[in-house]
């Protein structure tokens, strides 16, 4: 089973709208990080912003909200106020806790397009 | 606060020699890693060190593939005997602890 599913090969938007990028995951961990990260066509991976399994609240950095549903485990992105710099494919991750074999690394998903337009 | 540096940015080679590529972590980190990233798919975990110790190996890790961190420092990956399916953007990431990952801007190989 994929560990971490994100089901949007694309997504457009509209410049100033807000848009969400979906990812679910799968774990029997209850230890476990979910992260978000933009790859513009240049190739570097950005981190954008993280959630830890244990964390009471939404996490948010500037434009971008984590929409974390535990009981769904869903971690939807939330880009409000979408630029045309925006336009890049998105990675959910997700890091397992202590009690997988997996403590280090990241697991990715397939990636989300989105494409901004003005 | 330089961020992670990769070297070379790009090589093309045969198929059947070796290729290095380097890695120089944001000099606090202690941890470092590399994932390989193909067309269209997300990056795929390599291995992982933490300061020198390398602590995980994926199955994607054939033998033809060894990295090193031999001072806890800087990070080398080398694929012996390349093959055309290695072709790939290499990538290495460092984090501090358990903190985010922070990714550097890749290497690029493509084997003829």
């Known amino acids: 089973a994929q560990k971490i599913t994100q089901t949007q090969p694309g997504m457009f938007v509209q410049e100033k709208e807000a848009v969400t990028l979906d990812c679910t995951y799968d774990?029997?961990?209850?230890?476990?990080?979910l992260f978000w990260y933009k790859q513009p066509s240049s190739g570097e991976m950005i981190f954008l912003i993280y959630?830890?399994?244990?964390?009471?609240q939404n996490a948010t950095e500037g434009r971008y909200s984590l929409n974390f549903q535990k009981a769904r485990k869903s971690a939807n992105l939330v880009i409000s106020a979408s630029q045309l710099g925006d336009s890049a494919m998105y990675f959910c991750a997700m890091r397992e806790g202590k009690g997988g074999t997996s403590y280090g690394k990241l697991t990715f998903g397939q990636g989300t397009i989105l494409t901004v337009h003005p | 606060d330089t961020g992670v540096s990769q070297d070379p940015r790009h090589k093309i080679t045969k198929r059947g020699q070796n290729v290095t590529f380097r890695c120089d972590p944001i000099?606090?980190?202690?941890?470092l890693y590399w994932y390989r990233q193909t067309l269209g798919q997300g990056p795929e975990f390599l291995t992982y060190f933490q300061n020198e110790a390398q602590l995980e190996k994926s199955r994607l890790l054939s033998d033809r593939f060894s990295a090193e961190r031999p001072k806890g420092s800087f990070s080398t990956l080398e694929i012996q005997r390349t093959e055309q399916g290695d072709s790939a953007m290499y990538l290495c990431?460092?984090?501090?602890?358990?903190?985010?990952?922070?990714f550097g801007p890749g290497t690029r190989l493509l084997v003829l």
């Open positions: 000099s606090e980190h202690n941890r």
């Open positions: 959630q830890g399994s244990y964390d009471q």
């Open positions: 774990t029997s961990d209850p230890s476990y990080g």
């Open positions: 990431a460092s984090s501090l602890g358990r903190g985010a990952q922070y």
